[in-house]
């Protein structure tokens, strides 16, 4: 690519008026409701005196997940709010994109392996030969962990772009570090093979929904298994409806970031991924959705709850009416 391309590029006019409102919104509706999920999702697991097992274990790393990628919104938030003006310094912006990427892929391995687990245990698997014991599900997610702070820890400490101190999460030209290019398209590859081992389970799942509800409709436990069956379906629709947008938007943006393409497209890509990413982080509200689906203490303290709120709600307006 010659100077004068490159140049044009560069200095390629983004432009994302029409987003910063609805963006701005938007993440301030997904703080609010995956904070209040999570957390008494996060309350519910730890409160818990049940046995810990693997699939308990990948939810509460999960909620800890969203938690932490929750807590990057608010900066996304003001920064759009604030003309997608910076007024923090270049790392902080590092550090908080970094960590918001981190969270997400590490929401995405999680929900892999909680998928596994709830494979498994749809195959009629025996209570003493599971998926991974406690200690091994502890040990996974700390390797999990490990492996996304080794991940982000360059991305956070290479030196910035100077020239745009006053923007960030904007588009960025890798020509010249196309190293991070390298790192972004592994993690895409990775969330591929996720999706694809979903998909092979899921659909081993439906096969063996069809063949137990045609050979065995009279089993005892056949509603129980296709009611089960079905809401673990909701991980597949978290994946297709967060997830693959942006990874599909995703490859086209990295190649545009190392190598030549019109201003024109990268105008379009710009625009086209701030959606995608918005829909990502849309996940951090609809995993509350799948504990309660899925995990039946979480049912159970959200019922019991809102049993005590109208309990309370009722001797109030009945104490009032009494003393008027």
């Not at 990502?280 to 159970?300: E, Q």
Request: glycine residues 2%; aromatic residues 14%.
């Amino acid at each position: 690519m010659d100077n004068t391309t490159a140049d044009h590029q560069f200095n390629c006019s983004l432009n994302n008026n029409s987003l910063r409102v609805p963006l701005a919104v938007f993440y301030s509706l997904f703080f609010l409701l995956g904070l209040v999920g999570n957390l008494l999702a996060l309350w519910v697991f730890l409160k818990m005196h049940a046995k810990k097992n693997s699939f308990r274990i990948f939810l509460i790393n999960l909620a800890l997940a969203d938690l932490l990628l929750i807590s990057c919104l608010p900066f996304r938030i003001f920064y759009h709010a604030n003309n997608e003006h910076w007024n923090l310094q270049p790392v902080i912006c590092r550090m908080v994109g970094s960590i918001f990427y981190m969270n997400m892929y590490v929401s995405i391995v999680l929900l892999g392996l909680i998928s596994i687990d709830r494979y498994l245990k749809l195959q009629r698997v025996s209570s003493r030969q599971r998926f991974l014991s406690s200690r091994q599900s502890i040990l996974t997610c700390c390797i999990v962990w490990f492996v996304a702070i080794v991940w982000v820890a360059p991305l956070i400490f290479s030196a910035g772009n100077k020239t745009q101190s006053q923007k960030c999460f904007h588009y960025k030209r890798l020509q010249h570090t196309k190293w991070k290019a390298y790192l972004n398209i592994g993690v895409v590859l990775l969330f591929w093979v996720v999706y694809s081992a979903l998909i092979k389970c899921y659909g081993k799942i439906a096969v063996g929904m069809l063949q137990v509800s045609k050979e065995k409709p009279d089993l005892p436990n056949a509603v129980k298994y296709s009611q089960t069956a079905q809401k673990s379906f909701f991980i597949l629709f978290l994946f297709t409806v967060c997830f693959v947008p942006y990874h599909l938007v995703r490859i086209f943006y990295i190649i545009s970031q190392i190598t030549e393409v019109s201003c024109r497209w990268i105008q379009v890509l710009d625009k086209t991924n701030e959606i995608a990413l918005m829909l990502s982080a849309f996940n951090s509200c609809l995993d509350p959705v799948m504990y309660f689906l899925l995990c039946s203490s979480i049912r159970k303290a959200v019922l019991q709850m809102l049993q005590k709120s109208c309990c309370m709600y009722t001797y109030r307006h009945s104490s009032n009416s009494s003393t008027e």
